[in-house]
């Protein structure tokens, strides 16, 4: 897959960035949304992985910013706190995947498991 990370502590974007490359996923990085629209304006993404919290605009509107460009993007939004009621209602009906913070290997792991590879091509 080919997934965007979108995450303002350069330590959390690097592990996760290490951590998608392990997996064996092409991984563009970057610090916020502005960097992630352009990001997107150059290449398809199947995924995206953003922190909620970033400076300017939240996580999910991140999101919802892609989408526009990519339809049949998916979404796992990281977050410190999942009981967000934004974030919980978009979990529930299927727009994003949680995943909680501090997260290890198996958790990331575990929210892309069986997302759809809708612009990469499958191996």
């Known amino acids: 897959m080919r997934i965007l990370v979108v995450e303002d502590d350069?330590?959390?974007r690097g592990t996760a960035t290490r951590m998608l490359e392990y997996?064996?996923?092409?991984?563009?990085?970057?610090?916020?949304?502005?960097?992630?629209e352009r990001a997107a304006d150059s290449a398809p993404f199947d995924v995206v992985l953003t922190d909620q919290r970033l400076?300017?605009?939240?996580?999910?509107?991140?999101?919802?910013?892609?989408?526009?460009?990519?339809?049949?993007?998916?979404?796992?939004?990281?977050?410190?706190?999942?009981?967000?009621?934004?974030?919980?209602?978009g979990?529930?009906?299927?727009?994003?995947?949680?995943?909680?913070?501090?997260?290890?290997?198996?958790?990331?792991t575990a929210q892309l498991a069986g997302l759809e590879v809708p612009y990469s091509r499958s191996a």
């Open 55 to 89: 400076p300017g605009v939240p996580g999910h509107r991140v999101v919802e910013r892609l989408r526009r460009r990519l339809p049949g993007l998916n979404a796992v939004i990281m977050s410190g706190d999942l009981h967000h009621d934004e974030l919980a209602a």
């Open 23 to 36: 997996l064996g996923h092409a991984v563009d990085a970057v610090a916020g949304g502005d960097e992630a």
């Open 10 to 12: 350069p330590g959390v």
């Open 91 to 108: 979990a529930a009906d299927g727009r994003w995947r949680l995943l909680a913070k501090p997260f290890d290997f198996d958790s990331l």
